[in-house]
């Protein structure tokens, strides 16, 4: 595809329960980036990879979220013991993997913890 | 700590032009980064700021002042479609990591 996309659109999970949340990058791309945005603020980062190796995972709130990117690809965020403050939409990113480089956004996955 | 501020909320008419200011602190810096995104959609890249001065892309452009930790983006000839959240981002700690701020809402009215 042309671009960034990411799967599912929505999902509606229990308190407790795991979750994965699917990133497809743009073609090429090494970098990959994850972040949230709750409504009316902008997007918190989450962690981002260069090739299949965490750069930065300083913003991954605490040890119940997990990303993984095994083959420099496709990434899939992991959330376990799901909590309604997780509740969100979760952007992930991908660039060409330079500094000051263009990133571009997939349209998000809209987790709701009920 | 690490802050980034700009204004909530801007309101103009078709035609005219809105300025928005980003105020940011953060521990290190490598560049200013503006993002547009329109309810409901994707934030999309409007422009970089490595260095002091000012860049233009079309109807957009965008200032950086590193001695003043300062920046901004002009929006020229607004047109109903330029209506969207508008936000500023640092890549302070690390280059991929983008630090946003809370975003600007532009209205923009007939």
């Known amino acids: 595809g042309a671009g960034v996309s990411q799967t599912p659109s929505n999902k509606v999970t229990e308190k407790g329960k795991y979750v994965e949340l699917r990133c497809d990058p743009i073609?090429?791309?090494?970098?990959l980036y994850w972040y949230r945005q709750s409504l009316g603020q902008g997007p918190e980062f989450l962690i981002y990879?260069?090739?299949?190796?965490?750069?930065?995972d300083s913003g991954l709130p605490n040890d119940r979220f997990f990303a993984v990117r095994p083959e420099g690809s496709v990434s899939t965020l992991k959330i376990q013991r799901t909590e309604r403050g997780d509740s969100a939409v979760y952007l992930c990113?991908?660039?060409?993997?330079?500094?000051?480089?263009?990133?571009?956004f997939g349209p998000g996955t809209r987790l709701t913890v009920l | 700590g690490q802050s980034l501020e700009q204004p909530s909320e801007v309101t103009a008419v078709e035609g005219a032009i809105v300025q928005i200011n980003c105020t940011y602190q953060?521990?290190?810096?490598?560049?200013l980064s503006w993002y547009q995104q329109h309810d409901g959609g994707a934030p999309t890249f409007l422009s970089y700021?490595?260095?002091?001065g000012l860049e233009e892309t079309g109807r957009f452009s965008s200032f950086l002042s590193r001695s003043d930790s300062y920046g901004y983006l002009l929006l020229q000839e607004l047109q109903m479609k330029d209506s969207a959240s508008y936000f500023c981002?640092?890549?302070?700690?690390?280059?991929?990591?983008?630090?946003f701020g809370a975003g600007t809402q532009v209205v923009v009215t007939p």
């Open positions: 953060t521990s290190g810096f490598y560049g």
């Open positions: 990879f260069q090739g299949t190796g965490a750069a930065d």
């Open positions: 990113a991908s660039s060409r993997g330079l500094d000051g480089d263009t990133q571009y």
């Open positions: 981002a640092v890549s302070g700690d690390s280059w991929g990591k983008l630090q």
């Open positions: 073609s090429g791309h090494t970098a």
């Open positions: 700021n490595a260095l002091d």
